[in-house]
T-cell receptor, first 116, second 113 residues
Framework: GAVVSQHPSRVICKSGTSVKIECRSL??????MFWYRQFPKQSLMLMAT?????????EQGVEKDKFLINHASLTLSTLTVTSAHPEDSSFYIC????????????FGPGTRLTVT | GDSVTQMEGPVTLSEEAFLTINCTYT??????LFWYVQYPGEGLQLLLK?????DKGSNKGFEATYRKETTSFHLEKGSVQVSDSAVYFC????????????FGAGTRLFVKA
């Protein structure tokens, strides 16, 4: 079946540094990928839609200069958390729809970011 | 706006008990409906889906029926197992100038042996 991977699975960084998270679709091409943030025991909050070859679309309240998204190819999207602060600590999840119009999402395993 | 409301957890059941997790939605247009499951330490996985009214999605003994008249998509299983312990998310999928999936808050299920 379709697989979406994320790297790294866990990362600890110091406050003020930047962290890059990769999301790859392994056996299909994804012109669109989604980035979510999940707080402990809470639902997924859509942060942005990553579009291959064009700018990402950010949800209201998400700082585009802080959460940089680049969809470099049909199988890779990256999320860079710039100048990270402890409040950015969270579980970041990406997903990709396999088929146009199906809305069914394949999710990556998530990346646990801890900012100290 | 578009939203999904599901029952708060946690839900604690004994093995072989009947499970119902309620889910209702508000949406413009005609959404597809999904249940996703997140097992401890893992990512979300699609459990089942329904794309139009009266469709029934089913998988691994779980089922849910797309009820347009009550805007509901309740998840049911006749006999739960310890291995069903997880967080269950109801979600709707929409195309509003771009695909978007909206999730409910999630319901944590504990099944005791």
């Amino acid at each position: 079946g379709a697989v979406v991977s994320q790297h790294p699975s866990r990362v600890i960084c110091k406050s003020g540094t930047s962290v890059k998270i990769e999301c790859r679709s392994l056996d299909f091409q994804a012109t669109t990928m989604f980035w979510y943030r999940q707080f402990p025991k809470q639902s997924l909050m859509l942060m942005a839609t990553s579009n291959e070859g064009s700018k990402a679309t950010y949800e209201q309240g998400v700082e585009k200069d802080k959460f940089l998204i680049n969809h470099a190819s049909l199988t890779l999207s990256t999320l860079t958390v710039t100048s990270a602060h402890p409040e950015d600590s969270s579980f970041y999840i990406c997903s990709a729809p396999r088929d146009r119009g199906g809305y069914e999402q394949y999710f990556g395993p998530g990346t646990r970011l801890t900012v100290t | 706006g578009d939203s999904v409301t599901q029952m708060e957890g946690p839900v604690t059941l004994s093995e072989e008990a009947f499970l119902t997790i309620n889910c209702t939605y508000t949406a413009t247009g005609y959404p597809s409906l999904f249940w996703y499951v997140q097992y401890p330490g893992e990512g979300l996985q699609l459990l089942l889906k329904a794309t139009k009214a009266d469709d029934k999605g089913s998988n691994k003994g779980f089922e849910a029926t797309y009820r347009k008249e009550t805007t509901s998509f309740h998840l049911e299983k006749g006999s739960v197992q310890v291995s069903d312990s997880a967080v269950y998310f109801c979600a709707l999928g929409l195309n509003t100038g771009g695909f978007k999936t909206i999730f409910g808050a999630g319901t944590r299920l504990f099944v005791k042996a």
